[in-house]
């Protein structure tokens, strides 16, 4: 196609990251090589390194390229605490939105009997013998308000429960800033049927 | 932020891609990690080696690994026929959408003196010496229709002109597809002024 076989490579390449076609990823080929040379030599070997060396955190299952992330291994955090998330996105968006300052455990994934998805590829196992080990009091149960994330919370609670630990979950209710006008119907039905009382 | 540094790295690093913000790079690392560490490690060995391989054609000026590339070498393309263009995006459109079977050459930009951007810089003294050779029948001006790449499309119809050689340049007009009530005054003005007769 192009004048340089290495650059359709690249261009092919290029095309394994998500959302980029072949048009986006010709304007980044293109763009490394006319005006970002050190970018992309960095990029390429960021790139090498984290494939190879990035495993899981064998406690928490985030990404992690040593066995304890630092997370998990840090004694400021508070232990008795356990925040289940479904993905290391969301384990870094409750990090930085609240003050939480306890552990995660980090699904990797949600309950999904079809695409072959059992408590087993998600470390339940593991989530189960921690609980059993008597150091957490409150499993926080962070999956994604969708189906299988409820589903998935649902298994969670009982677990905790088989263990003695309280689960607990997110509010739901009205987004801050959205419009009551433009809410979905079911998250308004919860948010009324939830609604607390104003203290005095 | 997150529990790997390598991988904060890697998110920093891929925000060197043109349109890639914080959370795209942040979506495109998971997504590599979590289902495509072999795409992943396919892309830092392309990237690397076309950063470090690709250069310019010395003919056309566009991206190349040899000193001379593919279409510039082949024995297949008319070699009084040369397509100015300003980008190897635009070499590559024209190829892609024509049965143009001339050669090309590369500005890898447009005159623009505010930004330093003269003949030089264009590699026109090249484009000179290839002119004066006196192979080329017909130069072929395809650079963009801006200011910027109208104003390059004239001095180099004079660069032409001062070695003998037929300067053209493409035809403007409405695009296929267009609603003539949706086309900009301008383009509407040209098209009008350049109608052309019904053949019977």
Redesign the interface.
Known sequence: ???????D??I???R????VGQK?A?????????R??E????????????????GH?ER?R????VPV????ASPARETQLLCVVE???D??AI??ATGYRGLYFVL?GRLSPLDGIGPRELGLDLLAARLAAGDVGELIIATNPTVEGEATAHYLAQLARQHGVRPSRLAHGLPLGGELEYIDRGTLAHAFGSRSEIPS
């Not at 196609?1 to 650059?7: E, N």
């Not at 970018?39 to 990035?54: C, D, N, Q, T």
């Open positions: 196609m192009s004048a340089s076989p290495l650059l490579q690249l092919e390449a290029l394994c990251l998500p959302g986006s010709q304007r980044m080929a293109y763009h490394l090589l006319e970002d040379r970018g992309g030599v960095r990029l390429a070997a960021r790139l090498a390194e984290a494939m190879e060396k990035i955190c928490c985030d990404f992690s390229e992330c630092p997370l998990c993905t290391p996105a384990r870094l990090e930085l990797q």
